[in-house]
DNA sequence: TGTACATCAGTGAACGCGCGTTCACTGATGTAC
DNA sequence: TGTACATCAGTGAACGCGCGTTCACTGATGTAC
């Protein structure tokens, strides 16, 4: 075994680390160019190797990207863990779980686009989404941190409001965060989030929106009554 | 003027209606293959066309998809507006706004692909989004009809609760109400919002979720002060 | 310690393809007289 | 009513390009003896 000196070095005729090398360009290629903008010959280039070599560690192009997405919420669940289990109260660590998603879809890009962008035939894509296909039944998957990002949530959830949320399930309430936490990260990656004059930022904005979903689930079900 | 016989349809040498057959063609297409899959050739086949005679109305392909973007913001306006005019009290009315969101994305997966697919470098695409730069001095720009999707939201909160947000610009609550709705949308687009086993559909999520934003603003800053 | 050998990571050339775009052209249209 | 003509929408062939992928190969590696 050679000795590690980074994902774009190379020394001889063996690279030593193509595999991670390659998942680490595309990630940073499709942070750049988006997804579509992502090329097999630019990412081999930037590890300065031939675009035929790929094929001894991927199936193909797909398979790059399935393998980007899975990092991706590796990392993820990764940071939601982190600031699950750092100091404050409770709240605080739900607060502070947040900002975490807004700073991850903003810091690695790459990642974010590759887990969420839609794949519009074959969205049977299992295993991968941070929640499974709904069935209790079916709580873990084989994959074993594919859905734990989405487990943290529910688990910060439990955890932070112990005294549940009026017989509503705590998934539900966990769906409608994320739901949230998504908009505001792909809206502010689109570069369709105001900013500035007096608006507050999108951190702001997910915790005054996180704090309202919760609380509505908390005060009642008035809302649901008024329909 | 020819007699108009459906977008797709052809009579002689000249189509009679070739930019709306293919911005109708892209739209269809981005729909089926993603914004990324969507093909000038294939579009003109469809219409019935040589690919070069996009060019006399379109300066290129990037126009085209600018159009069926344009084309998508009218759309979801109107949508919007005509739900915000409808019958019932506000309340009602407000509910139907995001039912009318969710169906459009749903049912125009084309539009809102081309409307909201991050664009990486030229994210300075002016008049496009549904709202301005966020500066209160600029709230009408050039383009007649590209804001008015947000400005219906932000006339649909102050119509359904005329006593305001205890201070908080009610541009912000519409903010959040969006990003919610266009989380939920785009999730539910790529798959990954779970369905069956007792959890709710998009449409009560969403409802229930917008309920919980407007209120948590209305009960009071409690949430802000315990940070 | 030295040599033969199996393994397999990476090479380099080639492939078929389909893309967006260009250009000189052609032929339908409708208007002026 | 008929003819000449300007207009311009659409043609068809071609372009340069870069893509993902394949294949027989080569050369570095490390193990068995």
Redesign the interface.
Known sequence: MRHWRGPFDRQGYHHGNLKEALIEAAQRFIA??????FTLADAAKLVGVTPAALYRHFRGREALVAEVAFRGFDELAKRLGKALQSDGTP?ERF?RMGEAYLAFAEQEPGFY?AM??????E???EGC????????DKTSTSSPRSNSAFDYLVEALSKTFPEGFQGV?T??IA??V???????A??D????????????DKYE?L???V???V???L?GKA??A??
């Open positions: 750049e160019r988006g997804l579509g903008g709240l607060t686009a969420f962008s839609a794949k519009p035939h969205a049977e894509n989404a941070p929640w499974g296909k709904g069935a209790p399930d998934r539900f769906i409608e994320w739901a949230l936490s998504h908009g505001i792909t809206l990656a689109a570069g369709q989030l105001p900013k500035g004059s007096g608006l507050p904005l915790r005054a929106g704090l309202a979903l609380h509505g689930a005060k809302a649901s008024s329909r």
